[in-house]
């Protein structure tokens, strides 16, 4: 009876455990988005420098994770040689400047719950882009999948009160940044048997994605902010800021370290919703019924997307679990044999 209690009680704490890193997730996503798009939007803070405060935020991540890499000695670096870095590491800082650049400056001109209706799009681009690197096997099903996501984030744009081109550009740019950045990760660093955490990936990525930001930087806003007479950094905005971005990173590891991506997935569809509530009852965005029938619909094509990698997932255990059996059946008939054979000898 003890036993099964204590089973019990290690599958609720499990459980709450869980839930706990998915709430911690959320709150500090949903926290950053909505931090960012008060200190972009012109109507709020009206601080439209997007490079500006990405690198304001990968300054202070790169700052805190070498110090608790190198100076701390908290968290163990990765080894890798100069050519991996240069090969691997430097592409994907420069996919990710772009993709928080573009994503940043979007906040400018549409609102938190178009821009997460328009994020629908992330699987349709990461399984486009697998396919066409070959990192993803083409499938009718999936294709057919991503078709009616695709078109219910075409329905969701069609009924935007405040569309803006520019703004749906920029957005779809960094999708495909983004998405072309998370298939480049497995490609460059999971098949060479590198695998980042959250402190190491800033530490080694951060860097060279400030590098690349700074060249737009300089040619785009460093001319803007050199003029403007008005401009002084305040302190505790963007320090509390790039507090709640490091904190993010950290929330993602121990979300997917304790659970899995999938779970991240998941997690992310309920985020959301939180954000397009928000977004219309406390920042007063507009969102129209066909807004909400066309994501709805996304939506549906996300979830079912996310059920169809979590059956594939599971075969996978079950197929693994079955060749270990079948190899420890395979090693205890040969011991058998092995015994049979020496009993022969002796007799």
Same mark, same amino acid.
């Given at each position: 009876?003890?036993?099964?209690?204590?089973?019990?009680?290690?599958?609720?704490?499990?459980?709450?455990?869980?839930?706990?890193?998915?709430?911690?997730?959320?709150?500090?996503?949903?926290?950053?988005?909505?931090?960012?798009?008060?200190?972009?939007?012109?109507?709020?803070?009206?601080?439209?420098?997007?490079?500006? !405060?990405?690198?304001?935020?990968?300054?202070?991540?790169?700052?805190?994770?070498?110090? !608790?890499?190198?100076?701390?000695?908290?968290?163990?670096?990765?080894?890798?040689?100069?050519?991996?870095?240069?090969?691997?590491?430097?592409?994907?800082?420069?996919?990710?400047?772009?993709?928080? *650049?573009?994503?940043?400056?979007?906040?400018?001109?549409?609102?938190?719950?178009?821009?997460?209706?328009?994020?629908?799009?992330?699987?349709?681009?990461?399984?486009?882009?697998?396919?066409?690197?070959?990192?993803?096997?083409?499938?009718?099903?999936?294709?057919?999948?991503?078709?009616?996501?695709?078109?219910?984030?075409?329905?969701?744009?069609?009924?935007?009160?405040?569309?803006?081109? *520019?703004?749906?550009?920029?957005?779809?740019?960094?999708?495909?940044?983004?998405?072309?950045?998370?298939?480049?990760?497995?490609?460059?660093?999971?098949?060479?048997?590198?695998?980042?955490?959250?402190?190491?990936?800033?530490?080694?990525?951060?860097?060279?994605?400030?590098?690349?930001?700074?060249?737009? *930087?300089?040619?785009?806003?460093?001319?803007?902010?050199?003029?403007?007479?008005?401009?002084?950094?305040?302190?505790?905005?963007?320090?509390?800021?790039?507090?709640?971005?490091?904190?993010?990173? !950290?929330?993602?590891?121990?979300?997917?370290?304790?659970?899995?991506?999938?779970?991240?997935?998941?997690?992310?569809?309920?985020?959301?919703?939180?954000?397009?509530?928000?977004? *219309?009852?406390?920042?007063?965005?507009?969102?129209?019924?066909?807004?909400?029938?066309?994501?709805?619909?996304?939506?549906?094509?996300?979830?079912?997307?996310?059920?169809?990698?979590?059956?594939?997932?599971?075969?996978?255990?079950?197929?693994?679990?079955?060749?270990?059996?079948?190899?420890?059946?395979?090693? !205890?008939?040969?011991?058998?044999?092995?015994?049979?054979?020496?009993?022969?000898?002796?007799?």
């Amino acid at each position: 009876m003890s036993t099964g209690g204590s089973l019990s009680d290690g599958v609720i704490k499990k459980i709450v455990l869980s839930y706990t890193y998915v709430a911690i997730w959320i709150f500090l996503s949903f926290t950053v988005i909505v931090y960012n798009k008060f200190i972009l939007d012109r109507k709020m803070y009206n601080w439209p420098y997007p490079i500006s !405060l990405t690198m304001i935020h990968m300054s202070f991540c790169s700052s805190l994770a070498f110090l !608790l890499v190198k100076v701390l000695k908290l968290v163990e670096s990765v080894t890798m040689s100069r050519e991996v870095y240069f090969s691997s590491v430097v592409p994907i800082g420069a996919l990710y400047a772009c993709s928080l *650049w573009l994503s940043n400056s979007a906040y400018i001109y549409l609102s938190v719950s178009f821009i997460q209706m328009l994020k629908a799009l992330m699987p349709v681009a990461v399984y486009s882009i697998g396919v066409l690197l070959k990192k993803e096997n083409f499938k009718g099903v999936i294709m057919g999948n991503m078709i009616a996501i695709s078109v219910g984030v075409a329905i969701a744009a069609y009924g935007e009160a405040k569309f803006d081109t *520019w703004g749906v550009f920029l957005q779809l740019g960094a999708v495909a940044f983004e998405a072309t950045r998370l298939v480049l990760i497995q490609i460059l660093l999971t098949s060479k048997g590198i695998n980042f955490n959250p402190i190491t990936s800033l530490y080694y990525v951060a860097p060279c994605c400030l590098v690349f930001l700074s060249i737009p *930087w300089i040619l785009v806003e460093y001319p803007l902010l050199r003029d403007s007479s008005s401009f002084h950094l305040d302190w505790f905005i963007f320090g509390t800021n790039s507090v709640c971005a490091f904190a993010l990173n !950290l929330a993602v590891f121990l979300l997917v370290g304790k659970t899995s991506a999938l779970t991240m997935n998941v997690a992310g569809v309920v985020k959301d919703w939180l954000l397009i509530a928000f977004s *219309w009852s406390v920042i007063k965005d507009t969102v129209t019924p066909i807004n909400l029938f066309g994501y709805g619909l996304a939506f549906l094509g996300v979830a079912y997307y996310n059920h169809y990698k979590l059956q594939a997932l599971k075969a996978k255990d079950a197929q693994k679990k079955a060749s270990q059996a079948d190899d420890e059946q395979g090693r !205890l008939l040969e011991e058998r044999n092995g015994d049979g054979r020496r009993s022969d000898t002796q007799s």
